[in-house]
T-cell receptor, first 117, second 121 residues
Framework: AQKITQTQPGMFVQEKEAVTLDCTYD???????LFWYKQPSSGEMIFLIY??????QNATEGRYSLNFQKARKSANLVISASQLGDSAMYFC??????????????FGKGTTLSVSS | ETGVTQSPTHLIKTRGQQVTLRCSSQ?????VSWYQQALGQGPQFIFQ???????GRGNFPPRFSGLQFPNYSSELNVNALELDDSALYLC????????????????????FGPGTRLLVL
């Protein structure tokens, strides 16, 4: 079973609009961290936002916020006021607390976001 | 800019050859993780080095090996290259509080380099 599921292969949004990118996860570990990364066509993965499993409030970083619904095991990324430079691939990733693979991240397959003017 | 650098940026090899990819971690970080990203897919974890020792490994064969040096930079070596090894190889550095155990926190965020694109012909 996939640990990170991103069901939207592609999303389209107009400039200045908000967009939500979906992510669901599967873990039995009570301690985990959830991350979102942005990958432009250049290839570099850019860290956007982090949410810990015990965090009481949803994480926010500038125009990025994470809609964390623990019971539903979802961690959706909300981008407010989209900009042309937001066009990229977006990955949701998880690190479980007790992990034989060190602090490895498990990634979803990604969602391509296209912002138009 | 994350301060994580990788070299080379692009590489073309033929089947059966060997390749070495290099990564310099961000200042103050003690952990380097390597990922393979095939076209159109999410990155897959290869292995991680923490304080010069392998700290975890994904589902990759032994012909994928690595090293971490005292300055925490790292190398990924791939022997007997296969066509399916063609991919973007990403390294990420982080500051791990322990050997991969315990509560994951934002301080352990992994910061990625620009990647090395490997093409195997």
């Amino acid at each position: 079973a996939q640990k990170i599921t991103q069901t939207q292969p592609g999303m389209f949004v107009q400039e200045k609009e908000a967009v939500t990118l979906d992510c669901t996860y599967d873990t039995s570990d009570p301690s985990y961290g959830l991350f979102w990364y942005k990958q432009p066509s250049s290839g570099e993965m850019i860290f956007l936002i982090y949410q810990g499993s015990y965090d009481q409030q949803n994480a926010t970083e500038g125009r990025y916020s994470l809609n964390f619904q623990k019971a539903r095991k979802s961690a959706n990324l909300v981008i407010s006021a989209s900009q042309l430079g937001d066009s990229a691939m977006y990955f949701c990733a998880m690190r479980e607390g007790w992990n034989q693979a060190g602090t490895a991240l498990i990634f979803g397959k990604g969602t391509t976001l296209s912002v138009s003017s | 800019e994350t301060g994580v650098t990788q070299s080379p940026t692009h590489l073309i090899k033929t089947r059966g050859q060997q390749v070495t990819l290099r990564c310099s971690s961000q200042s103050g970080h003690n952990t380097v993780s390597w990922y393979q990203q095939a076209l159109g897919q999410g990155p897959q974890f290869i292995f991680q080095y923490y304080r010069e020792e392998e700290n975890g490994r994904g589902n990759f064969p032994p012909r994928f090996s690595g090293l971490q040096f005292p300055n925490y930079s790292s190398e990924l070596n791939v022997n007997a290259l296969e066509l399916d090894d063609s991919a973007l190889y990403l390294c990420a550095s982080s500051l791990a509080q322990g050997a991969g155990l315990g509560f994951p926190g934002p301080q352990e965020t992994q910061y990625f380099g620009p990647g090395t694109r490997l093409l195997v012909l």
